[in-house]
């Protein structure tokens, strides 16, 4: 994926934690204002502590969506953002535009999704 589409989704996955940072206080979403601006590696792990922070004080629902994000974010700095976790394809931008935290292509979520439904029922 290029540079200006991970800026999208890194900018898309900013602004959903940052509707859950408002949750918690007007501070903290002005805290994450503050971390994502910054294109440096220093930005990243202070944004990562305020991700953390937020977490904590959410609910676990919206604690394990944040957590979510916050993968997302650290897959865009590493580089692994896009690919199934699974089978190393790309995943197909639409599905990322609907879900930006997604982890695997269509393909492999179904697949896990009918492995899940097998033994247990649905974590989500
Ligand atoms: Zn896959």
């Known amino acids: 994926m290029d540079a200006r589409r991970l800026r999208h989704f890194r900018k ?12 918690v206080s007007e501070d903290q979403a002005a805290a ?3 971390a994502g601006d910054g294109a440096k590696e220093s930005a990243d792990l202070s944004l990562r502590d305020v991700i953390e922070e937020i977490a904590l004080k959410l609910g676990d629902q919206e604690s394990q969506m944040v957590a979510d994000i916050e993968q997302a974010l650290m897959r865009i700095r590493e580089g692994s953002y896009g690919i199934c976790a699974r089978c190393g394809r790309p995943i197909d931008e639409r599905r990322l535009e609907a879900m930006p935290t997604a982890r695997y292509d269509a393909v492999c979520q ?9 033994s247990a029922h649905r974590s989500l």
């Open 32 to 34: 994450i204002d503050a």
């Open 110 to 118: 179904t697949a896990i999704e009918e492995a899940k439904g097998n």
């Open 12 to 23: 898309m996955l900013l602004q959903e934690v940052k509707r859950h940072a408002q949750l």
